[in-house]
């Protein structure tokens, strides 16, 4: 980004704030573009340690003068923040970004007053590192600046990609939103599995943590479906398949769709809770 960045206000300073911020500040915003309204002091003194931007205890003072407001607070609470900011940013109309889970963009505009310009965005904790997975989507409001605005904002923090349907976004917040916790589980079990069989626990974890590095550098870097990647693994009768074949009587798929599907309810119930 260049020193024509948007002026970007976050409302919340918590987990996703910060790792968006880092990821921004890591591609060249200036932190005097950037301000954060969270009540926890402490929260708010480590973003200004580690990012050196400008924090505020209340959201009405991080958003005056903000082109773009990202709504950084957890799902629950956003009706209430929403409700505060919109009389107080009617009248310049900024964007709006909101990451919380299972809130749709109608509601975000009825709670800020109406007519507001607004991206969903669900981005997941790699966005930490730059290595991010966002889903986008925008309302008839959004110009196409705005639009680009939001997606230089997440693409700071890895990859984006924009839905054609808002209620597909429940099907990404299954899958790319939560989905790191799906990997971390993989690798904790496999380190278990592996202490189970002899290897000490610092071991297992560095070998079970850097095959999962392996594996998603693979995946990206080669191009390659997964389904071919996986066979190259596996020698006919031998190690490989025999635990593939444990996974099958498992029904390994079934339990993973089964998990994704518990999540999309869980998305539409968030949803229809406000
Ligand atoms: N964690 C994840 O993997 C992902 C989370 N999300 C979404 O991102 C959003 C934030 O999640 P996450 O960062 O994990 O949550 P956190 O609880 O870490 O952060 C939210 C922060 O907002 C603060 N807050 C509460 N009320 C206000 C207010 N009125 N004004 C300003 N700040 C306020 C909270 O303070 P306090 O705790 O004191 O109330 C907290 O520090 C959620 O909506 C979630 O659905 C999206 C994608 C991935
Ligand atoms: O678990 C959650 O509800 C949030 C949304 C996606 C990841 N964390």
């Known amino acids: 980004m260049s020193h024509t960045d948007p002026a970007v206000a976050f409302v919340g300073g918590g987990n996703m704030a910060h790792s968006l911020i880092g990821a921004m500040t890591r591609t060249g915003t200036a932190p005097a573009r950037i301000q954060v309204a969270e009540p926890d002091a402490a929260r708010r003194a480590q973003l200004a340690r580690d990012f050196g931007v400008a924090v505020h205890a209340e959201a009405v003072d991080a958003v005056a003068g903000a082109d773009l407001v990202v709504l950084a607070v957890k799902p629950q609470v956003l009706g209430a923040v929403c409700a505060a900011l919109g009389p107080r940013i009617a009248a310049r ?20 007053g109406g007519g507001f310009p607004i991206v969903r965005a669900m981005p997941n904790t790699p966005a930490l590192i730059g290595a991010g997975a966002t889903g986008l989507i925008a309302n008839a409001a959004a110009t196409a600046d705005q639009r680009a605005q939001a997606e230089a904002l997440l693409t700071a923090a890895g990859r ?53 590095l392996g594996a998603g550098r693979m995946l990206v870097e080669s191009g390659e479906p997964p389904a071919t990647l996986r066979e190259r693994v596996t020698s006919p009768g031998g190690t490989t398949q025999a635990a593939l074949e444990a996974f099958a009587a498992g029904d390994f798929r079934r339990l993973v769709g089964q998990a994704v599907e518990a999540a999309v309810q869980r998305g539409r119930a968030l949803s229809a809770a406000h």
């Open 93 to 112: 109309r900024p964007l709006l970004v909101s990451i919380a889970a299972g809130v749709r963009i109608d509601q975000i505009d009825t709670w800020l």
């Open 160 to 212: 984006t990609a924009w839905i054609a349907r808002e209620d597909l976004m429940d099907a990404v917040t299954a899958l790319s939103g939560s989905g790191p916790a799906y990997f971390f589980l993989l690798v904790e079990a496999l380190e278990d599995a592996a202490v189970a069989h002899g290897l000490p626990r610092e071991t297992a974890r560095a070998l079970a943590t850097q095959t999962c």
